[in-house]
Structures are given as structure tokens and as C-alpha cells.
């Protein structure tokens, strides 16, 4: 199996495949050196894109294992007022085929901006897969920001669907237990899911099974809490008092309701 194909995901190709008029434009944001969910769009010939990627000692890793010349790579880490000018830069159409984002951080709030200005057809989205729904968790934007490998990243699937709705989109799955995958209604006509089942298929229910996630393994409880103001009690308590794997942080850091 060759790297690229081992990264195709059916459900992703399924949707894609239902476009009716493809620009082959694909955005990566947080590329890594490559190997993701979108990583085979990008390396075939025929398509376009952008790659972004934050620690430049990535970058020849990242440019061999794309090896397109239609793909731009941008070194440089991102922020909420800065997105769209990068992509401005690089003359990304306003509506690319799909767009994903994995930053590790305020991810919600570099999404807001892009959707003002732009439309993806489809979105990949890593999320705290750890605090499940109907809590709204969201890591606001600090220049100070540092991923320091702990829990403390990213927004709940939850907080997720509130902003994504508004502008046109709907959660449809989540796959390798962190990412969704959420559609342009316009196109996809896949509004009225029900954000609990998705959850529960694509991680709550499986949370024994998911032997690739030990590190999760500290607040697995929050799955388990019914009552919903005590679990963001716990939360809340966690990232600012007890947080095991990572330096507590500010209650002002982080928006949960």
C-alpha cells in the first residue's frame, strides 16, 4: 500500500465525488509533513492547493512527500487576522473543493475568519474529541499560545455545529475519533443530523475500543458525567487547577457553557 493510499478515506471520497463542478482545490492547515486526510488530493497532479505549516524544519519533508509543483507551501504559523491575507497571497479560490485545519490551538477562531470570506465545499476539522456535546468548549486566540501537548486545545464538536451552521455547513461525521467531516448545505443537502448519534458512532461509544488514545485515558470520566453543570465544573476545574499533563491555565484562556 502506497503512503498516499493508505490515507484515502472512503467517506471523504464518497462526498467528494457528489460535487458537481470541482475546482481541485484543496487547503491544508496544520499540513505536518504531509501524511493526513487530504493528503492524497494533494499529491495528485491534476490538483491545487496550499499546504501551512508552522515549524519551518518540516518543510523539505513536507515539500518531498506532496511532491507537487501545483501545491504552494506557506512556512508559518497562522492566526485569526492573519489567515486570509496568507490566502490572499496565494490566490485561493473562494470556494475550494475542501479545506482542513488541524493548528492544535484556537483553530475555532482562525475557522471564523475563513468562513467570512471564504466558502470550502467541504471541511475537515480536528476537535477536543474528549468533552462530548451538549458542552460548548472553545481555546480563544492568544498570541501566546503554545500546544503543550496537553488536553487543553482546540473545541468540542458542540461548539463546532454552533459556529459552522451559521454559515451554511452541517456536521456529517467524525473519523479516526477527532476529525469531522461537515458539508456545504447548498451542495450536500445534509442538514438535521442528529450531533449525538455522530459523537457516540464516531468516538463516545468507542472510547474502550480506542487503543491508539491512552493518552486520553485521565478524563475519560467526562463521558461518563450526566449531569452536564457538573461536568464542566470538572472541566473547568481540570484545565485551571488540575490539568496532569500540561501547566493549568487561565479561566479567562477558554470559553465553556
Not at 491544508?28 to 493528503?39: C, E, L, V, Y
Not at 482562525?110 to 467570512?116: A, T, Y
Not at 472541566?235 to 488540575?242: D, E, G, R
Request: with cysteine.
Amino acid at each position: 500500500m502506497s503512503l498516499e493510499t493508505k490515507y484515502f478515506n472512503t467517506l471523504l471520497i464518497e462526498f467528494y465525488s457528489k460535487i458537481e463542478n470541482p475546482n481541485n482545490y484543496f487547503i491544508d492547515i496544520g499540513a505536518s509533513d504531509g501524511p493526513g486526510p487530504i493528503f492524497p488530493f494533494l499529491k495528485a497532479k491534476y490538483n491545487y492547493g496550499l499546504c501551512i505549516e508552522g515549524r519551518d524544519f518540516l518543510y523539505e519533508q513536507l515539500k518531498n512527500n506532496i511532491n507537487n509543483t501545483n501545491v504552494d507551501i506557506h512556512i508559518g504559523f497562522v492566526y485569526p487576522h492573519t489567515i486570509n491575507s496568507i490566502f490572499k497571497k496565494y490566490n485561493v479560490p473562494a470556494e475550494p473543493d475542501i479545506l482542513k485545519i488541524d493548528i492544535d490551538g484556537y483553530d475555532l477562531d482562525v475557522l471564523k475568519n475563513i468562513l467570512e470570506e471564504y466558502k470550502p465545499k467541504i471541511i475537515i476539522a480536528e476537535i477536543n474529541e474528549k468533552i462530548p456535546p451538549p458542552i460548548y468548549f472553545e481555546v480563544k486566540y492568544s498570541e501566546i499560545y503554545n500546544f503543550d501537548s496537553s488536553h487543553f486545545y482546540g473545541f468540542s464538536i458542540q461548539a463546532g455545529k454552533e459556529v459552522i451552521e451559521p454559515y451554511g455547513y452541517t456536521i456529517v461525521s467524525i473519523f479516526d475519533g477527532n476529525n469531522i467531516i461537515c458539508l456545504r448545505n447548498d451542495i450536500f443537502n445534509k442538514e438535521n443530523l442528529d450531533l449525538n448519534i455522530i459523537y457516540k458512532v464516531g468516538y463516545g461509544e468507542n472510547i474502550e475500543k480506542i487503543t491508539d488514545c491512552p493518552w486520553n485515558e485521565d478524563v475519560n470520566i467526562w463521558l461518563r458525567l450526566k449531569d452536564i453543570e457538573l461536568l464542566k465544573e470538572e472541566i473547568i476545574y481540570y484545565y485551571t487547577q488540575l490539568n496532569f499533563r500540561g501547566s493549568p491555565v487561565s479561566r479567562d484562556s477558554f470559553i465553556i457553557k
